[in-house]
């Protein structure tokens, strides 16, 4: 799927201004904290209105989509969230079950689906008991099985290793390489692994 933005909207002290387009690859929107990095995927998934500009799929306007549409197409993910239950319902996380596609995400979470099969992975909503990387890890085959044609992440990877990081990307690129992949990050450790790096500054995307 193709995305294409031509954005601008004023915010406080800058104007954030976009123009890109984007294809089936994962590219990273580096920046500091509070240059506009995270309000640039707010507008992408239909959470925030852009004042001037269009953003489309695939040549459509995404301002002409129901969000219930919109949102079938893109996924915009920030903070981790998490239900009361097995490791399968943070997978789930209320999609109907699929088995082949199911597996297929859990690659790599053995140990999650060893502790499901003897009741012994219940999750709490607050991510407890498990560790950052484990809350990564769950959260990233949530994002594999709900198979997004446009995936939005918004720091994803702040709080764990740079090895859990790594691993985290390497399963994404490799199971969603159909995707338009789209990372918010400060971090520039693991940008080895995105096909394209944009770099945001003051509101200003750049090459």
């Not at 012994?120 to 991510?127: S, T």
Request: hydrophobic share 40%; net charge neutral; with cysteine.
């Amino acid at each position: 799927m193709s995305l294409e933005v031509h954005i601008e909207k004023k915010l406080n002290g800058f104007t954030l201004r976009s123009d890109f387009t984007a294809g089936n690859t994962a590219t990273a929107i580096l920046g500091a904290s509070g240059c506009g990095k995270s309000t640039l995927l707010k507008i992408l998934g239909g959470f925030l209105r852009h004042a001037e500009g269009a953003v489309s799929l695939d040549g459509k306007p995404c301002a002409d989509m129901p969000r219930e549409e919109l949102w079938a197409s893109v996924q915009y993910a920030a903070q981790p969230a998490f239900i009361e239950g097995l490791f399968r319902d943070n997978v789930l996380f209320g999609l109907p079950m699929d088995a082949a596609r199911f597996q297929k995400a859990c690659e790599g979470c053995e140990a999650f689906l060893r502790r499901d099969e003897v009741g012994n992975a219940w999750i709490h909503p607050n991510g407890d008991p498990l560790s950052s990387g484990e809350r990564q890890r769950i959260v990233i085959a949530r994002h594999i099985y709900r198979n997004s044609p446009v995936l939005l992440l918004d720091e994803p990877f702040a709080n764990v290793s740079v090895d859990v990081e790594r691993a985290c990307l390497a399963q994404l690129k490799a199971q969603l390489s159909h995707a338009c992949i789209l990372v918010a990050t400060h971090r520039t450790q693991t940008l080895d692994l995105f096909d394209r790096v944009l770099t945001m500054k003051g509101g200003q995307l750049h090459e």
